[in-house]
């Protein structure tokens, strides 16, 4: 069964330092990984997504993430904060049923910046 | 182009009573998932609709139920609501079905508080 793990449910940075956030997933095939934010009031944005090309993966506001297949992770990161990255984000993984194919959510992880 | 919009934004309700919560998706976008977010159980994906059909379900019981019109647009409905069906309802849209990788697109989102 295809399943996603955020490995912390809150992660503080100070602004202008890297930022780790940690992910795992469980996938009998070779999966989709998505990773969303959610601003406090505002709908999901997609961050990035990995879809078997290649393996780290830029997205948007300076975000990447690096799909290592051996440690089944995609972590996200980004080299420097900024306070308007504070937010919830979620690691996303597709899951392959009999009925079709969804979107598979982890608990999200709550990144803070201060100053 | 304009975004995902759902209505209402805001219900209040009662338990036992029923109630429908609408998306438009982003114009020309033909699939439809909808999602629930509880504090507790996090993003839980409830169905996807494309071209007026129900493609996938997740794990929810038949007193959740939706459709989709012609034009895309969707409504989701809720039967005797209980108390646990407080959450946020965010519903998204995709120019492919899901299964095909196609980008979600989220709305802000629907709060239902059930009292």
């Known amino acids: 069964a295809q399943s996603v793990t955020q490995l912390d449910s809150h992660v503080s940075v100070s602004e202008g330092t890297p930022v780790l956030l940690r992910c795992n997933y469980s996938s009998s095939y070779s999966p989709s990984l998505f990773w969303y934010v959610q601003h406090p009031n505002k709908g999901l944005q997609l961050l990035l997504k990995y879809t078997s090309a290649a393996t780290l993966v830029k997205g948007i506001n300076g975000f990447e993430a690096e799909f290592k297949k051996s440690e089944t992770s995609f972590h996200l990161t980004k080299p420097s904060a900024h306070m308007s990255d504070a937010a919830e984000y979620f690691c996303?993984?597709?899951?392959?049923?009999?009925?079709?194919?969804?979107?598979?959510f982890g608990k999200g992880t709550t990144l803070s910046v201060s100053s | 182009k304009a975004g995902v919009t759902q209505t209402p934004r805001y219900l209040i309700k009662t338990r036992g009573q029923q109630v429908t919560l609408s998306c438009s998706p982003i114009?020309?976008?033909?699939?439809v998932s909808w999602y629930q977010q509880t504090p507790g159980q996090g993003l839980q994906f409830l169905f996807e609709y494309f071209s007026e059909t129900q493609r996938n379900k997740g794990n929810f019981p038949g007193r959740f139920s939706g459709r989709q019109f012609s034009n895309s647009r969707s409504e989701m409905n809720v039967s005797t609501l209980e108390l646990g069906d407080s959450a946020l309802y965010l519903c998204?849209?995709?120019?492919?079905?899901?299964?095909?990788?196609?980008?979600?697109?989220f709305g802000p989102g629907t709060r239902l508080t059930v009292l």
């Open positions: 998204a849209s995709s120019l492919v079905q899901t299964n095909r990788g196609g980008e979600q697109f």
């Open positions: 996303v993984v597709t899951l392959l049923n009999q009925a079709g194919t969804a979107l598979i």
């Open positions: 114009s020309g976008h033909r699939s």
